[in-house]
């Protein structure tokens, strides 16, 4: 059963930072492209960055210098390091897997960016 359970949301000022974590179980990781999206109160859910088997990345271009994802697969947990926080960072955050062609989801984590 594949589980995603994501964590290090919370309240910070803009230009900080917070580093969420995904830990996942039930499927091999290490072999499996992971991904972290956002939806903000309102609007459709987007992709964040994503980070291959080989460690290639991807990022959206409204974070890009700010976030940084990488990946533990001894630890089978993916992180997105996200720095200089803005206000319109504010948003659920979800870690994504596809796996053998489904499409599996954490519950999210809460990040609050306040001016």
């Known amino acids: 059963q594949v589980q995603l359970v994501e964590s290090g949301g919370g309240l910070v000022q803009a230009g900080g930072s917070l580093r969420l974590s995904c830990a996942t179980s039930?499927?091999?990781?290490?072999?499996?492209?992971m991904a972290w999206y956002r939806q903000a109160p309102g609007k459709q859910r987007d992709l964040v960055a994503s980070i291959a088997r080989d460690g290639g990345t991807n990022y959206q271009d409204s974070v890009k210098g700010r976030f940084t994802i990488s990946r533990d697969n001894a630890k089978n947990t993916v992180y997105l390091q996200m720095n200089s926080l803005k206000l319109e960072d504010t948003a659920v955050y979800y870690c994504?897997?596809?796996?053998?062609?489904?499409?599996?989801w954490g519950k999210g984590t809460l990040v609050t960016v306040s001016s």
């Open positions: 039930g499927f091999i990781f290490s072999i499996n492209t």
């Open positions: 994504n897997v596809i796996h053998y062609g489904v499409e599996y």
